[in-house]
């Protein structure tokens, strides 16, 4: 199987949750488990960053095209997930998505931070401008149409997002709302082998 994993706003391929199911996988791959893992470094532009995804997961080779192809997304990476994945069932490719505390608005929540945006896991930052806001805008709108194919993790205390709207914008119907909890999960642990058995359909 292919997966994808898809990192949030300011985050990277650094992020403890990214790096835990590279580990997870590199774990299933030594029991033959043969899963292809795809981790790459969002570009600040939605539109950039959700093309990349697609190139990915929707590559021009068919044969490829045909092997089971998982989508994991954290935060912003969840809303490009669940849209990504959206556009690939209506395609006819199959897949599953795994959403951790997916962003349920982020064209409004991400209008504040317009400006100049340091990143998460290094000293560098990056310009965060209106037209990633209407970016953001052409992404949202895709309607949520296979339950069944989704898994999502809501921590109910998240600090950044509200676990209400995560719920309602996403009703994955396999569903985990933590009590307590925060918004990178940091008892992430806890769910890895959970979620990698979702993405292989086990």
């Given amino acids: 199987m292919r997966l994808l994993y898809l990192h949030g706003f300011r985050s990277s391929p650094q992020s403890s949750k990214a790096k835990l199911m590279a580990q997870k996988v590199r774990l299933a791959n030594r029991k033959k488990a043969a899963i292809e893992w795809y981790c790459p470094q969002l570009p600040p532009s939605p539109a950039e960053a959700f093309e990349l995804a697609w190139q990915f997961?929707?590559?021009?080779?068919?044969?490829?095209?045909?092997?089971?192809?998982?989508?994991?997304?954290s935060s912003l990476g969840g809303f490009y997930a669940a849209a990504l994945t959206e556009r690939l069932l209506r395609a006819g490719?199959?897949?599953?998505?795994?959403?951790?505390?997916?962003?349920?608005?982020?064209?409004?929540?991400?209008?504040?931070?317009?400006?100049?945006?340091k990143n998460w896991h290094d000293e560098g930052d990056f310009v965060f401008t209106q037209q990633h806001v209407d970016e953001?805008?052409?992404?949202?709108?895709?309607?949520?149409?296979?339950?069944?194919?989704?898994?999502?993790?809501?921590?109910?205390?998240?600090?950044?997002?509200?676990?209400?709207?995560?719920?309602?914008?996403?009703?994955?119907?396999?569903?985990?709302?933590?009590?307590?909890?925060?918004?990178?999960?940091?008892?992430?642990?806890?769910?890895?082998?959970?979620?990698?058995?979702?993405?292989?359909?086990?």
Avoid at 57 to 73: F, H, N, S, W
């Fill in 57 to 73: 997961a929707a590559p021009q080779d068919e044969t490829k095209r045909k092997i089971p192809l998982a989508v994991i997304g």
């Fill in 136 to 202: 953001l805008k052409v992404i949202d709108g895709q309607a949520f149409t296979r339950p069944e194919r989704y898994m999502a993790i809501i921590a109910k205390g998240d600090e950044v997002l509200k676990w209400r709207e995560m719920t309602k914008r996403f009703p994955a119907g396999t569903m985990r709302v933590l009590e307590g909890g925060d918004h990178a999960i940091s008892d992430f642990e806890m769910y890895a082998d959970e979620v990698l058995a979702f993405c292989q359909g086990l």
């Fill in 93 to 117: 490719i199959y897949a599953r998505c795994v959403l951790l505390n997916p962003a349920p608005f982020p064209a409004r929540d991400l209008s504040a931070y317009i400006g100049r945006v």
